[in-house]
């Protein structure tokens, strides 16, 4: 009897979903450009900047820096919620938390370490569940339904109030800027001024200059030769600490800006059941970009903080 209830019911959901999957295929954007006839959604017009929705002074309020507000604002509720009321046996909201946390601290001391994985671990944690809470709330149906009136290009025209932060070049460039920091100032923390050898090392090619001078030739050219090559080093490790900060920008932005593009071109293709293959594909998206912007930021922080023999 179970066996068989359980039949049907398969063989509903399956008929329900062949049924959603005809009708997406024939009435979407896709088979409407076939009948002439009008789609179920619109044709999308994505946007790559940011919009406007208000000004305080001349500061421009975009939507997703009203997400960026939004998504603090819950991790701080539920962080609050959730150890408002510890205890030794955690449940519920307590015993999430206490997991993410502790896999997350795990993950940083098994890279650098206890000593200095406790130092890496407040600023790691918080750049992972920020960009993955910003990810996964642009994944709320009707996310960006809500629309507002706004001024754009001196027009009037209705724009979304909310928009993924993480769609926003300004601000992945800003999370660029804050691990960039965070990275040199750790260096500087556990290398001190020597740290600044790793970009500007002058020193064994002037001491090369000093033992040729001294009648050493041979010394003293292998000394200049070795100082020149450590002060290209030093070039190259300069140029690859700033083009950090474009690739971890773009790539954050170019990766979740994509993905918001490739669902509304799949509701508006095919409006049932083939987009929520995509939708799925996204939720993985947004905890992967999360996991490789903390991990990175990580393993740069753990080479600057290194001693030279490593």
Known sequence: MKFGCSTRVFVTVLIVVIALLAVSLIFGGLGASFTNSKPFVEPPTPAIAAEAIGHVGPLAITNTMVTAWMSIILLVVLFVVGTRKMKLVPRGLQNLLESAVEYLLNLVEGVVGRERGRKFFPFIATIFLF?????????IPGYGSITVKAVVHGEEEMVPLLRAANTDL??????????????????????????????????????GFR????????????GIF??????????????SEWVRLVSFSFRLFGNMLAGEILLLIMFFLAPF??????????????????????????????MATAEHEH
Not at 226 to 239: L, R, S
Not at 282 to 288: A, D, Q, S
């Open 131 to 139: 960009v993955f809470v910003n990810a996964w709330m642009g994944l």
């Open 170 to 207: 300004n601000l992945t460039l800003a999370l660029a800027v804050f691990s960039f920091v965070f990275v040199e100032y750790m260096g500087f923390a556990y290398h001190g001024l020597g740290y600044a050898k790793k970009f500007v090392n002058i020193g064994p090619m002037f001491r």
């Open 211 to 222: 033992t040729l001078f001294s009648g050493k030739i041979g010394p003293g050219l292998s």
């Open 226 to 239: 070795m100082g020149a090559i450590e002060g290209f080093v030093g070039i190259i490790e300069t140029v």
């Open 273 to 302: 059941v083939i987009p929520d293959l995509f939708y799925l594909l996204e939720t993985l998206v947004g905890v992967i970009q999360a996991m490789i912007f903390a991990v990175l930021t990580l393993a740069f922080a753990s």
